[in-house]
């Protein structure tokens, strides 16, 4: 099946300008998580959905970061007045319900690649 | 706090070679344990994980990792390196609340013919 699909793969904006990252997840996952991932830098967390309950947004760097997931499925990072410390791979990933003593793994998209000028 | 540490940058192995590529974590309960490969241009892809039960896990690719407690270490091998190996690895530790993961900086593989 489908896995998990990103869009655009790269944009290139200038400094100042919004931006808007959309993940698909796989069809039926109810969580949904968005990392940035810098050069030599590992995965940073950015926020997590799960179902209906309020996003954990705890890792978002600013208030310039927003994220929106619309439906239960599709979610779009929006990055006001971008900056050049923004330029990085922006990664989602999408992950099964997880029950009580279980966990389940994460899949991830492609990423976007972000670079601000 | 939780946090993950891949003491190990850079590692470049020859091919068919064996491989240990090291990992260290904190977490205060008993955690969730994950290796992830990302090759160039690609997402991640889980290889292995640990939850509970037997300490040495197999993965895909011909990986296995041995969670060992009293170390706080979760270490990832493979017998034989191959050249396809290459790419770069992650550990990841996860909250039994499912909603938080943390990942370790990486570790760059290098394989040599």
């Known amino acids: 099946g489908a896995g998990v699909s990103q869009s655009p793969s790269n944009k290139v904006t200038e400094k100042g300008k919004d931006v808007e990252l959309r993940c698909d997840p796989i069809?039926?996952?109810?969580?949904l998580y968005w990392y940035r991932q810098s050069l030599g830098q590992g995965l940073e967390f950015l926020i997590y959905?799960?179902?209906?309950?309020?996003?954990?947004k705890s890792g978002l760097p600013s208030d310039r970061f927003s994220a929106e997931r619309t439906g239960g499925s599709v979610s779009t990072l929006t990055i006001q007045r971008t900056q050049q410390e923004d330029s990085a791979v922006y990664l989602c990933?999408?992950?099964?319900?997880?029950?009580?003593?279980?966990?389940?793994?994460?899949?991830f998209g492609p990423g976007t690649r972000l670079t601000v000028l | 706090a939780q946090s993950v540490t891949q003491p190990d940058i850079h590692i470049t192995v020859s091919e068919g070679a064996s491989l240990e590529l090291r990992c260290n974590y904190s977490?205060?309960?008993?955690?969730?344990l994950f290796w992830y490969v990302q090759s160039p241009g690609q997402g991640l892809q889980l290889l292995l994980k640990?939850?509970?039960?037997?300490?040495l896990v197999q993965g895909i690719k011909g990986f296995e990792a041995e969670f060992k407690r009293s170390q706080s270490s979760f270490n990832l091998r493979k017998p034989s390196v191959h050249w396809s190996d290459a790419a770069e690895y992650f550990c990841?530790?996860?909250?039994?609340?499912?909603?938080?993961?943390?990942f370790g900086t990486g570790t760059s593989l290098t394989v040599i013919p």
């Open positions: 990933a999408s992950s099964p319900r997880v029950s009580s003593g279980l966990y389940n793994e994460q899949f």
């Open positions: 069809s039926g996952h109810t969580a």
């Open positions: 959905f799960q179902g209906n309950s309020a996003p954990d």
């Open positions: 977490y205060g309960a008993t955690p969730y």
């Open positions: 640990y939850f509970s039960g037997d300490t």
């Open positions: 990841a530790v996860g909250s039994n609340t499912g909603n938080q993961f943390y």
